[in-house]
């Protein structure tokens, strides 16, 4: 028996979709279902916005957004993004384990519900994503590209000599900065034995930063991690004066003289 093939989404369905996605009466905010990320939404807002003005007069400009006349209507026209697949029922998943310093505050894990009912308190995700003219430039752009190289041999011999120069020019630039890296860290063993705790030449060159942020500064001394736990005194090295022993006697008898009549 061979596997069913998925519904085909039908113009109406395609043309609901791109109302709903763009319309900002749906208040849709980002979930991760499966690792991926999915514009999550509400039932009820879902409904309203196929209820209001904008959707009639969109309705009125484009045939394929099928009418809307009351609330039935609204959810029967709601129902075509679950026929299609490109909108499914899904909730949240309850996290046992301690939630992670990364997740983003109120950003849902969702899974997708086998029963799609259609209710206003109930969630759905979208798995429709429009095509946009930057994606259709970006394809464009890319088949250019690669005709460009490879029409390469025909390209006049100047411009060839010029592709020739620019390419040596990068892996001189490439080169120069596994050097550099190499130095830098031969730099580090020596003076780490030499002056601890070492210095390093471009400390931020490895690290997540911008690109000119990374040659700065020059050089600086290796930060060393302190343990936690540690207390470190803030005068170190500084010399403690000897203790002190006072001995404390008896008091000395007190004379007083007396002036005689």
Sequence with gaps: MQPQAPPTASPEAIAVADFLKSSGQLKARTCILQGQ??????????????????????????????????????????????????????????EEEPK??????????????????????????FFYEPKTWKQTLLAV?????LLIIVLF????PMLRLGVWYLSMGLLGLIGLFMVMSVFRLILFLVT????????????????????????KP???WHK????K??????????????PVSVTVGPPKPRVEEVEED
């Design 141 to 145: 752009g890319l088949v250019i590209v």
């Design 192 to 215: 780490m034995v030499a002056v601890p705790p070492g210095l390093w030449l471009y400390p931020n060159l490895f690290e997540d930063v911008g690109f000119f942020d990374s040659f």
């Design 37 to 94: 990320r999915k514009d999550l939404f509400k039932v009820k807002r879902a409904i309203r916005a196929l209820q209001s003005p904008e959707y009639t007069k969109a309705s009125s400009k484009n045939p394929l957004l099928p009418k809307v006349t009351s609330h039935e209507t609204a959810v029967n026209v709601f129902s075509l993004l679950p026929r299609s697949l490109l909108a499914l029922r899904v909730s949240k998943i309850e």
């Design 218 to 220: 020059l050089w600086a």
């Design 100 to 125: 992670s310093s990364k997740r983003i505050k109120g950003q849902w894990n969702v899974k997708v519900e086998p029963q799609q009912e259609i209710r206003d308190e109930l969630y759905y995700a």
């Design 153 to 156: 041999p025909l390209w006049p």
């Design 229 to 242: 736990g540690t207390k470190v005194s803030e005068n170190v090295g500084a010399k403690t004066a000897p």
């Design 224 to 227: 060393v991690k302190k343990a």
